[in-house]
């Protein structure tokens, strides 16, 4: 089953009940048009306009321009009704089961159709494939559509990654991270923390669908190294297999409860004992598949802000020193809609020996208390690490504070000394300019030259640091780029790398009109440029790596919690504005030859060849072969059929032809392919009474079957005049 998971963020489950979220958009991360570029397929593109119709049954290339450049992340095509309300049919639904490759059994396990055809969510399938070119002021966009039904009308929606969003909570991850300091945990802070965490993705609780993310307490498992986590039994009960199979081919959900209990190191602990009816001695959460490890820090924080007794009833001092030991039930519950939950309660065992310092904190009594920090001291496992130990650099989590850290050690280097005389000489000179022979041709030349100039000659920490940092340049040292803007920040850095080589240049070219002093001192300054030069370099490189990163973590929480901001581009459809070319579509002239069958019996009585039309029960492109159109229904092969024969089928004293010397036919036609088809009907004929006094001439039938011809194709044969001759 295809599902979204996410590696760090999860709806937080509360002591009452885990919140749910669901969603509108499903996530396809395949091509639209799988196979056109495999078979060398040519999209054609059109540029969009409200008035101009959609092509059908083909993928195309739409193209369309907007001011600026919009972060664009993926795009919809939402079939609407006359009203502009979404409309998604039954073949929607299938045609995106089989795009994504799920198999019908497992359908409603990604989402019912009732889920997919719920108006509410007015976004269904989200395709990542955006192509983008700069245009001046303005950025073209291409968005390769997928295939299109005929007749309908389709509303067009582009994302945008909510930055906002993201940020939000990459911060509470951040701040989760930095509140740690060795073995100790600031509990108050972490709590904090969990409820900013909840708090976001309640707002989105609306916006997701089958979506599996990690919990608060499993995040931060992912974020703390081996040597602060517990390691977990991660298989279900044996007892689980034999469950599943008795529900097989009905939906199920799978879930485990973990319940944490602490107890005296040495304490004899027994299941009745833990699952006795008092909540006030454990702390839980719910997953949706068994856990590997789980961070210490997250279990104890939460007993110490619950006051959370042990296992005997007892009160527990967590202001004091302390050895406890961590014990874990696990409760594995399968659902079955419509059915009553299943509930199998494991036996308890023990996870891990704890070790904790005392707060130092003391009531008015003197007696220790507990404060805002748990001093853990030695945490021993139960369960032995894996080798090596996973740490999980997810979303280059790990990566990205590495370089944050080497981005902060270079910038926060000592300011390398270039003040000097020479610089203002060279001041002095630059405004002599412009001068053609130092290679400053103009004034804005000049303005940026002096600039550099005055800040080389002095500068503060502050403002250098800044520089380095790529919050300002050296040829804008007034407007300062957010930290959170790597693009900009890296187009910062090479803005004063090219203003530190400028002034270098002006100052080579100064050297032959001073004496030895003045050339020592201006090579002195060459040295000083080079320097600061270079740092900012390794700079430009440190922060083209972070954009990386961060743009693929950005992109990760964008696709794991589908965190979009809609836009509607506006609509569009695939009707045929012309009554001549739309009708092309749906009635097909076409020839051909019948057998018509004898009675009862399987034997052609009679063969003829007949020209007829017809009607499709969908308007059907033929220039598209059949083998690229997707996802074809009955709609696609069927058709009413009508004509007439060629030739008379008049039997004397048995029947006479329908008109003239030709009969009516009509039946089902089955297209083949694009030129060929297999008919099947009844050929009509005016029956002769077997009573010679009667003039009555009742309308009777034979049943027949033929194979047809598009009639277009006739030229192929001489024309159909004399085909039939």
């Known amino acids: 089953m295809n599902r979204f998971r996410l590696l760090i963020l999860y709806v937080c489950v509360s002591l009452a009940s885990p919140l749910g979220l669901k969603s509108q958009y499903f996530l396809h991360e395949g091509q639209p048009c799988p196979g056109s570029e495999k078979d060398n397929i040519k999209l054609d593109t059109f540029f969009y306009s409200p008035d101009k119709s959609f092509p059908f049954d083909r993928c195309f290339i739409l193209s369309f321009r ?82 299109l039904d005929p007749n309908r009308s389709y509303r067009l929606f582009v994302e945008a990654k909510d930055l906002l969003s993201i940020q939000k909570l990459r911060a509470v991850e951040d701040g989760l991270h930095e509140m740690r300091n060795g073995l100790v945990i600031n509990t108050a802070t972490q709590e904090q923390a969990r409820e900013d965490y909840n708090n976001i993705l309640q707002a989105r609780k609306n916006d997701a669908l089958n979506l599996t993310v990690y919990s608060f307490d499993e995040m931060a498992a992912r974020l703390y ?81 619950k006051n959370i007794r042990d296992a005997a009833g007892n009160t527990i001092n967590y202001g004091a020193a302390n050895n406890q030991s961590i014990y874990l039930v696990t409760i594995d519950t399968l659902r079955v809609p419509g059915r009553i939950d299943t509930a199998i309660v494991n036996t308890h065992y023990r996870v891990a020996d704890i070790t904790w310092a005392a707060s130092g904190a003391v009531n008015a009594a003197g007696a220790p208390v507990a404060d805002d920090f748990l001093r853990i001291t030695a945490i021993t496992p139960a369960i032995t690490p894996p080798t090596p130990c996973d740490n999980h650099n997810f979303a280059g989590f790990q990566s990205i504070r590495t370089l944050k850290i080497q981005i902060r050690a270079l910038a926060e280097r000592a300011l390398p000394n270039c003040q000097g005389q020479i610089i203002d000489y060279a001041m002095k000179k630059a405004l002599q300019c412009p001068c053609e022979k130092e290679g400053v041709k103009d004034i804005t030349q000049k303005d940026d030259l002096l600039r550099s100039l005055a800040l080389l000659y002095r500068v503060s920490d502050t403002t250098f640091r800044n520089i380095i940092y790529g919050y300002v340049s050296y040829k804008d040292p007034f407007n300062a780029v957010s930290a959170a803007d790597i693009d900009g920040r890296s187009a910062a850095v090479k803005t004063s790398v090219a203003q530190l080589y400028a002034a270098k240049e002006f100052l080579v070219k100064l050297r032959p009109d001073v004496d030895q002093t003045g050339q020592n001192a201006i090579d002195a300054q060459l040295i000083c440029i080079d320097t600061i030069a270079l740092r900012l370099q390794k700079m430009g490189e440190l922060l083209k790596r972070l954009g990386i990163l961060e743009t693929k973590r950005n992109d990760f929480y964008a696709d794991s919690l589908l965190m979009y901001k809609s836009s509607a581009l506006g609509q569009g459809t695939t009707e045929v504005f012309d009554f001549v070319s739309t009708n092309k579509f749906r009635i097909v002239p076409d020839f051909g030859f019948i057998g018509i069958f004898k009675g009862s019996g399987v034997a052609f009585q009679d063969l003829s060849p007949y020209l007829g039309f017809h009607i499709n029960f969908r308007s059907i492109d033929k220039s598209i072969a059949m083998k690229y159109v997707r996802y074809k229904t009955w709609r696609h092969y069927f058709s009413f059929m009508a004509g007439i024969t060629l030739r008379s089928m008049k039997i004397e004293g048995k029947r006479e032809d329908f008109f003239g010397n030709n009969n009516l036919i009509t039946g089902l036609g089955f297209r083949c392919n694009n030129y060929l088809r297999f008919t099947g009907g009844l050929v009509w004929f005016r029956t002769i009474d077997k009573n010679p006094l009667s003039t009555d001439k009742p309308l009777g039938f034979s049943p027949f079957a033929g194979i047809s011809l598009d009639l277009e194709l006739q030229d192929l044969f001489g024309g159909i005049a004399k085909l039939f001759k």
Do not use: W
Request: proline share 7%.
């Open 66 to 147: 907007l001011p600026g450049k919009p972060n664009l992340y993926a795009f919809s095509v939402v079939p609407v009704n006359k009203y502009g309300e979404k409309d998604v049919r039954r073949r929607d639904y299938n045609a995106f089961m089989k795009s994504a490759r799920v198999s019908r059994k497992n359908r409603k396990l990604v989402a019912s159709f009732e889920q997919f055809h719920n108006p509410k969510q007015k976004i269904n399938l989200l395709f990542k494939n955006i192509g983008q070119a700069a245009a001046g002021d303005y950025t073209n966009y291409y968005l390769k559509i997928p295939p």
């Open 225 to 305: 190294d081996c040597n602060s986590k517990v390691f977990l039994d991660s298989n279900y009960s044996p007892a689980i297999d034999t469950l599943l199979a008795r529900n097989a081919g009905h939906v199920t959900q799978l879930s485990r409860t973990y319940r944490f209990y602490i107890a005296p190191i040495g304490t004899t602990v027994t299941d009745a004992q833990l699952l006795a009816p008092n909540n006030n001695h454990y702390v839980f959460f719910i997953a949706d598949e068994p856990l590997p490890s789980i961070a210490v820090f997250t279990i104890l924080a939460r007993m110490q802000q």
